[in-house]
């Protein structure tokens, strides 16, 4: 394994191990998404400041509130990586009370806000809000059955793009075309086809790369997952990187992590831990912001959408988790 992914994975695992400790009780697969989330900045987790952003996010929200649920664990992280915690959260209650005139709220709705807050400046949350929200109806237009709340959370990264609208849509519309076929759960195509939006070049383009990096991972016995997953594949397959290059580092790090605790059958299970596996392997390929055009998925971009995408399988694999242990009680 190259040096600089083998340092990366040991700070994930370490990151996870810390967090876990510090914050008992919580589900298994949030850990991992905040152990990221420090890992891909190449920091150490700092549970004492994560703590304090626990404590800042109690006294800006009601108990009741959507921020109080399976999301607050990825808010107080994204709060902690923040050099100005308070103004940050100020930034996102405001922006999610913008998006709440035009959604009704909800714990993807928090993934939104944070999201936006972190790509957009304040000037320009009210645009962003109502973009969102024709965005998200072209795609209800489009898929009235399939689109939901989570879609919002997508919607909300490609309303921060330079991008028009109607081109956003019809753009959805040939990648969820071109890939239907190829994958069983529509929702998960349909988030996988939103995230290849914000890519450039053509929707063939795009889609024969996903095509190409799941083939790749299945032909060495690697099964990347096909539910809520599938969009973090969307961000892979958009790096500017050799498939099979790209594709023997997430097996090396998915075979390290493997062999860690609670990365196994019982712990967050195969499935996302090549999703980590494959988000920690492309944080070397992410193209320097200032390298590339606005239009084009910069860097930040790209690490956001990778988040946002973990954070909603995360959410729906401990809802789906919860759901289950209970109706077997």
């Given at each position: 394994m190259r040096?600089a992914?083998q340092?990366?994975?040991n700070l994930?695992?370490?990151?996870r191990?810390?967090?876990?400790?510090a914050?008992?009780?919580?589900?298994?697969y949030i850990?991992?998404?905040?152990a990221?989330?420090y890992?891909s900045?190449?920091?150490?987790?700092d549970?004492?400041?994560?703590?304090e952003c626990?404590?800042l996010?109690k006294?800006?929200?009601?108990v009741?509130s959507?921020f109080?649920?399976t999301?607050?664990?990825a808010?107080m992280?994204?709060?902690?990586?923040s050099?100005?915690?308070?103004l940050?959260?100020?930034?996102i209650?405001?922006?999610?009370?913008?998006?709440k005139?035009?959604f009704?709220g909800?714990?993807?709705?928090?993934?939104?806000?944070a999201?936006?807050?972190?790509l957009a400046?304040p000037?320009?949350y009210?645009?962003?809000a109502?973009?969102?929200?024709?965005?998200?109806e072209?795609?209800k237009?489009?898929?009235?059955?399939?689109?939901?709340?989570?879609d919002?959370?997508f919607a909300?990264?490609?309303a921060?793009m330079d991008l028009?609208e109607?081109h956003i849509?019809?753009?959805?519309e040939?990648?969820y075309?071109t890939?239907?076929?190829?994958?069983f759960?529509?929702n998960?195509v349909?988030s996988?086809?939103?995230v290849?939006a914000l890519?450039?070049?053509?929707?063939q383009?795009?889609c024969?790369?996903?095509?190409?990096?799941?083939?790749?991972?299945?032909?060495?016995?690697?099964?990347?997952?096909?539910?809520?997953?599938l969009?973090t594949l969307g961000?892979l397959a958009?790096l500017?990187e050799e498939?099979k290059?790209?594709s023997e580092?997430?097996i090396?790090?998915d075979d390290f992590?493997?062999?860690?605790?609670?990365?196994?059958?019982?712990?967050?299970?195969?499935?996302q831990?090549l999703m980590?596996?494959?988000m920690?392997?492309?944080c070397?390929?992410?193209?320097?912001?200032h390298?590339?055009?606005v239009a084009?998925?910069?860097?930040v971009?790209?690490?956001v959408?990778a988040?946002?995408?973990?954070?909603?399988a995360?959410?729906a694999a401990t809802s789906?988790?919860?759901?289950?242990?209970n109706s077997?009680?």
């Amino acid at each position: 394994m190259r040096e600089a992914l083998q340092n990366r994975c040991n700070l994930f695992v370490a990151n996870r191990d810390i967090i876990k400790s510090a914050f008992g009780w919580e589900s298994t697969y949030i850990y991992p998404l905040c152990a990221n989330m420090y890992a891909s900045k190449g920091l150490k987790a700092d549970p004492a400041r994560m703590k304090e952003c626990r404590e800042l996010l109690k006294k800006n929200t009601g108990v009741f509130s959507n921020f109080r649920g399976t999301s607050k664990m990825a808010t107080m992280t994204m709060l902690s990586l923040s050099e100005n915690p308070q103004l940050q959260m100020e930034r996102i209650l405001s922006v999610y009370n913008k998006l709440k005139e035009v959604f009704w709220g909800s714990e993807y709705l928090t993934v939104a806000a944070a999201s936006i807050a972190q790509l957009a400046e304040p000037k320009q949350y009210d645009q962003i809000a109502g973009r969102t929200r024709k965005i998200y109806e072209l795609m209800k237009s489009s898929h009235p059955f399939l689109t939901t709340g989570e879609d919002s959370a997508f919607a909300s990264l490609l309303a921060v793009m330079d991008l028009d609208e109607v081109h956003i849509e019809r753009e959805i519309e040939r990648c969820y075309t071109t890939l239907k076929s190829s994958f069983f759960y529509s929702n998960a195509v349909q988030s996988l086809s939103q995230v290849l939006a914000l890519g450039e070049g053509s929707a063939q383009q795009k889609c024969s790369r996903v095509i190409a990096l799941f083939d790749y991972l299945k032909s060495r016995g690697y099964k990347y997952g096909t539910n809520y997953e599938l969009a973090t594949l969307g961000v892979l397959a958009l790096l500017q990187e050799e498939i099979k290059v790209l594709s023997e580092d997430i097996i090396q790090a998915d075979d390290f992590l493997k062999g860690q605790k609670g990365f196994g059958p019982f712990g967050i299970g195969a499935k996302q831990r090549l999703m980590y596996a494959g988000m920690l392997a492309a944080c070397d390929y992410i193209p320097n912001v200032h390298s590339i055009q606005v239009a084009a998925l910069n860097g930040v971009v790209a690490l956001v959408i990778a988040q946002q995408a973990a954070i909603c399988a995360s959410v729906a694999a401990t809802s789906a988790a919860t759901a289950s242990a209970n109706s077997s009680n």
